[in-house]
């Protein structure tokens, strides 16, 4: 069993920056990849970004791509995303999950946080 509690959303006006983090509790955050998902209202939950167990690959939606980083810190059990030229579609709750595939779909991902809100002002 592993424990995910997101932090670091809030309000921010449209360029600025925010950096979401993911703390991970239980046993062996190493042996999984994460994975940051999010949820528009109205509106399906979609990927926004991977990672490896090592960090050493990522995937990234289009729409994120070269505005978003996902990385990791398997010593402190803790994800992050920093997130960069932010825009008024980014607005979502944006979860945090784990599981033991390297993908892009919802279903391969077995734990999951409860959600942060991120607000784009335009």
């Known amino acids: 069993q592993v424990q995910l509690g997101e932090s670091g959303g809030g309000l921010v006006q449209a360029g600025g920056s925010l950096r979401l983090s993911c703390a991970a509790s239980?046993?062996?955050?190493?042996?999984?990849?994460m994975a940051w998902f999010r949820q528009a209202p109205g509106k399906e939950r979609e990927f926004v970004a991977t990672i490896t167990r090592s960090g050493g690959s990522t995937m990234y939606a289009d729409s994120v791509k070269g505005r978003f980083t996902i990385s990791r810190d398997n010593a402190k059990n803790t994800g992050y995303l920093q997130m960069n030229s932010l825009k008024p579609e980014d607005t979502a709750v944006y979860y945090c999950?784990?599981?033991?595939?390297?993908?892009?779909?919802?279903?391969?991902?077995?734990?999951w946080g409860q959600g942060t809100q991120v607000t784009v002002s335009s």
């Open positions: 239980g046993r062996n955050f190493e042996t999984y990849t």
């Open positions: 999950a784990v599981g033991l595939a390297y993908s892009v779909f919802r279903h391969q991902y077995a734990y």
